[in-house]
């Protein structure tokens, strides 16, 4: 993922937690807030109760693969902070892009269809 579409600030992070709006699923939580720039930026935060690095570097692979493909279709203009809960793990790769896609469509950052 480009470095302009990352959150990277710990500022950032909690300026989405405090201003954001969330929407949640059983397996991940969808915090976003508007920012002042043209373009989406995401960030995604997996913690240690998630399990061991490799298995935390995988959640975080298959989640920035699905926000790179949703990225182009998305309203543009948010900080967006996903939080995968440990079920995420057992989903397979076209459920996870089912659920993510549900979570935009309730945020209203995608067109139905």
Partial sequence: MKRALRLRRPTDFSRV???????RHRIVLLSLCENSLAHNRYGIV?????GMAV????????LRALLLALH???????????LPRRA???QP????QRIIRQLF??????EPG
């Fill in 105 to 110: 469509l309730q945020a209203r950052l995608v």
């Fill in 17 to 23: 937690r405090r201003q954001g709006r969330v929407y």
């Fill in 55 to 62: 298995e935390r570097n995988r959640i975080k692979r298959r």
């Fill in 46 to 50: 997996t913690g240690r109760r998630l």
């Fill in 88 to 90: 995420v793990l057992r």
């Fill in 93 to 96: 790769f076209s459920e996870l």
């Fill in 72 to 82: 182009k279709d998305l309203r543009q203009g948010f900080d967006i902070v996903l």
